[in-house]
């Protein structure tokens, strides 16, 4: 199929709920791609943060084509060894103490929240159940995820809202603590607001937020959907912080290419659900979690060293080009700041052969955690190339 059929093929018969760019892509390998015409790009995407590894990467394609010709499903009514070892390996990492896998990071989202809502409920009854989150925050688009996203754009159309959720401003601490009132059950936050334009908290407030929260027996809730699993040079951004939440969501980069969602549990939350209050069909499937696997075992210290390593060689490279006026992120999760509009750049960028996102005003780029120094040079040359003319 060519591009033109692929256009008209997809507005005939998908709705029209993304902008794409115009590119059919066909085939991958690390951290480039083609498209159907050959031409190569440098993706420094990963599928918005998703291909941790980059396309196709070996160890990851033999683990899921083994599990695949073995065992591709079998329901949660019946134990398979991927999805424990993916649970136990997410534990080691994180510090947390238990796992439930779904599909997606809104579906994770959906867990903490209930997870929050009932841990509230068994200890102090009724009415203890407003989650605070902040404003600018993103996450996801099922009714509680978009209910306890902080950006007005996203409040609209779908009326009635989930009930319960307020917000309060990132890094005010004074108008956080102010609205964590006797009905707040959580406070949920991104150390890094990805969707919301690369926007870090800054330390002091996280960990102030956390102490608060461990006063007040209010539950700290992070969603890693976009940080988690080594975008941040950490296994979890939290941990660039020295606080442990009582709930964590994480998804994107956890199933390299393959849907997966997770809620972990701290030591308070770990007993909260119990056989029926929670589940998912498609959760914990035994190809994904073999997929999963890899990556929490690829995932060393040596390999997040070199995340930080890489995101700091893009940080310093990308701060010196014309037009930019600040990098902000952390690790490989980077926000580019110019002083001219973003959208255009991203096309011409994509016109001479790199990929890139946006978040807000900003560039936006989540390159595959095992991007080689070749490759980033290469997509920079391109940037480069692009914020020159
Ligand atoms: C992408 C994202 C989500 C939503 O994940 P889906 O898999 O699209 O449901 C939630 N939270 C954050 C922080 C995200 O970046």
Redesign the pocket.
């Known amino acids: 199929m060519d591009f033109e059929t692929a256009k008209q093929l997809d507005s005939d018969y998908i709705i029209g709920s993304y902008a794409r760019f115009p590119v059919l892509l066909t085939q991958g390998k690390g951290a480039c791609v083609q498209d159907d015409t050959g031409k190569t790009y440098i993706d420094f995407t990963s599928g918005?943060?998703v291909n941790a590894l980059g396309f196709c990467e070996d160890g990851w394609v033999a683990a899921v084509s083994a599990q695949l010709a073995r065992l591709q499903h079998t329901s949660n009514l019946y134990y398979t060894e991927p999805c424990i070892q993916t649970a136990k390996l997410l534990c080691e990492k994180s510090g947390m103490k238990k796992v439930f896998f779904g599909n997606?990071?809104?579906?994770a989202?959906e867990g903490v929240i209930k997870a929050a809502r009932k841990y509230s409920f068994l200890k102090y009854g009724a009415g203890r159940n407003t989650i605070l989150a902040l404003e600018n925050s993103?996450?996801?688009?099922?009714m509680a995820?978009l209910s306890a996203t902080g950006q007005a754009a996203y409040h609209n159309y779908f009326f009635p809202f989930v009930d319960g959720f307020v917000f309060a401003k990132a890094n005010d601490f004074a108008d956080t603590l102010s609205k964590m009132t006797a009905d707040v059950c959580a406070v949920m936050l991104?150390t890094v607001q990805?969707?919301g334009g690369v926007v870090p908290l800054d330390a002091e407030y996280v960990q102030a937020v956390a102490k608060a929260c461990q006063e007040k027996d209010i539950l700290l809730i992070v969603?890693e959907?976009?940080?988690g699993l080594g975008r941040t040079g950490k296994y979890f951004s939290y941990q660039h912080f020295g606080i442990q939440p009582d709930l964590v969501?994480c998804?994107?980069g956890l199933g390299g290419g393959l849907p997966i969602?997770a809620v972990l549990f701290g030591e308070k939350t770990a007993s909260v659900f119990t056989a029926g209050d929670h589940g998912s069909t498609f959760g914990g499937n035994p190809v994904v979690c073999a997929g999963a696997v890899h990556i929490l075992q690829t995932m060393d210290e040596t390999f997040l060293e070199q995340v930080a390593q890489k995101g700091a060689f893009l940080r310093e490279k990308i701060a010196q080009m014309p037009h930019v006026t600040g990098v902000s992120g952390l690790g490989m999760m980077l926000g580019i700041s110019l002083d001219i509009e973003a959208k255009p750049i991203i096309q011409k960028a994509l016109e001479h052969g790199l990929l890139v996102l946006s978040a807000k005003e900003k560039i936006r780029l989540l390159p595959p955690l095992n991007i080689t120094q070749a490759q980033m040079e290469q997509g920079l040359e391109i940037l480069q190339t692009v914020l020159s003319q």
Not at 104 to 107: D, K, L, N
Not at 138 to 142: K, M
């Open positions: 918005i943060g997606s990071g809104a579906e989202n993103f996450h996801g688009r099922t995820a991104e990805g969707e969603d959907v976009q940080t969501s998804a994107k969602g």
